[in-house]
Nanobody
Framework: QVQLVESGGGSVQAGGSLRLSCAAS????????MGWFRQAPGKERERVAI??????GYADSVKGRFALSRDNTENTLYLQMNSLKPEDTAMYYC???????????????????????WGQGTQVTVSS
């Protein structure tokens, strides 16, 4: 079992920054894909950033503004969000797959389908 706990969300004005954290515990190893997703009201859950072990796959809408990082010693995944826009408003979730030999950069891992562990989410609200 894997437990994921997000923190760091909040309300900011457009142009502001937030840093989300995802603390992972349980059977964590390096063979899992991990990343951030978000879901706005009335919309489907979408990928924000996926850690592909050396590279990161970002949604086009956040490229150049968001940065994913990982601290393996602390089992923590971070998402630095800069130049926030009102359209970034959503619940943000940290997610992890079961151990896999596949490449996390594969397009399948840009969908929510293979992620079986999810945090409770942290709300990000950006006002104009």
């Amino acid at each position: 079992q894997v437990q994921l706990v997000e923190s760091g969300g909040g309300s900011v004005q457009a142009g502001g920054s937030l840093r989300l954290s995802c603390a992972a515990s349980g059977n964590i190893n390096n063979n899992r894909c991990m990343g951030w997703f978000r879901q706005a009201p009335g919309k489907e859950r979408e990928r924000v950033a996926i850690d592909s072990g050396g590279s990161t796959g970002y949604a086009d809408s956040v490229k150049g503004r968001f940065a994913l990082s990982r601290d393996n010693t602390e089992n923590t995944l971070y998402l630095q969000m800069n130049s926030l826009k009102p359209e970034d408003t959503a619940m943000y979730y940290c997610a992890a797959t079961r151990p896999t030999l596949s490449h996390c950069s594969d397009s399948y891992f840009s969908t929510a389908a293979p992620y079986i562990y999810w945090g409770q989410g942290t709300q990000v609200t950006v006002s104009s």
